[in-house]
T-cell receptor
Framework: GQNIDQPTEMTATEGAIVQINCTYQ??????LFWYQQHAGEAPTFLSY????GLEEKGRFSSFLSRSKGYSYLLLKELQMKDSASYLC???????????FGAGTQVVVTP | ETGVTQTPRHLVMGMTNKKSLKCEQH?????MYWYKQSAKKPLELMFV???????ENNSVPSRFSPECPNSSHLFLHLHTLQPEDSALYLC?????????????FGPGTRLTVT
């Protein structure tokens, strides 16, 4: 079966760092996507990891360990606008089929 | 218009009604997708179209019927829905169908079945 696990909710203060973990167990695996979804809006692409290691993109970084079936999204210097749901999605075949987690709601407080 | 647009944004329909959801992408992409997003649940892939051909149907009930008349437009025809079909329906597109292609999502249609 396919299983993508991520925490339901995380709270952090403005300026802090938050790490959202995602573990996956899928019958096939090609790569790992992270999307951001603000309430009532479309999910938007944040990152894609296909090789092990850390990919940094401004305040956001994403890490992948294929052997451990594990990824995390690191949000640094949190801003109020970062309050959103963060979706982890495993690419389960070479055709790009995505299996999504239920999302992690990040709440940034002043 | 840019990106992926969806209409209507909100829809309330009775169980005996017939309605259609529309998606349009202005990105020149070749693949389009329908997803269902229920509260606190993962996005569920419903259908995939590549170059206007349906290439994936994820065991979706026949009361949902997709149509892709060209590479820019995607429809989801709805009939005799059930209350449990109430959800956010998201359309997405990608340059092509294949590994590593980022999917661009529309804002969704919030469907309520009464």
């Amino acid at each position: 079966g396919q299983n993508i696990d991520q925490p339901t909710e995380m709270t952090a203060t403005e300026g802090a760092i938050v790490q959202i973990n995602c573990t996956y167990q899928t019958s096939g695996f090609n790569g790992l996507f992270w999307y951001q979804q603000h309430a009532g809006e479309a999910p938007t692409f944040l990152s894609y990891n296909v090789l092990d290691g850390l990919e940094e993109k401004g305040r956001f970084s994403s890490f992948l360990s294929r052997s451990k079936g594990y990824s995390y999204l690191l949000l640094k210097e949190l801003q109020m606008k970062d309050s959103a749901s963060y979706l982890c999605a495993a690419e389960t075949d070479s055709w790009g089929k995505l299996q999504f987690g239920a999302g992690t709601q990040v709440v940034v407080t002043p | 218009e840019t990106g992926v647009t969806q209409t209507p944004r909100h829809l309330v329909m009775g169980m005996t009604n017939k309605k259609s959801l529309k998606c349009e992408q202005h990105l020149g992409h070749n693949a389009m997708y329908w997803y269902k997003q229920s509260a606190k649940k993962p996005l569920e892939l419903m259908f995939v179209y590549s170059l206007e051909e349906r290439v994936e149907n994820n065991s979706v009930p026949s009361r949902f019927s997709p149509e892709c008349p060209n590479s820019s437009h995607l429809f989801l025809h709805l009939h005799t829905l059930q209350p449990e079909d109430s959800a956010l329906y998201l359309c997405a597109s990608s340059q092509d169908r294949g590994a590593g292609y980022e999917q661009y999502f529309g804002p969704g249609t919030r469907l309520t079945v009464t």
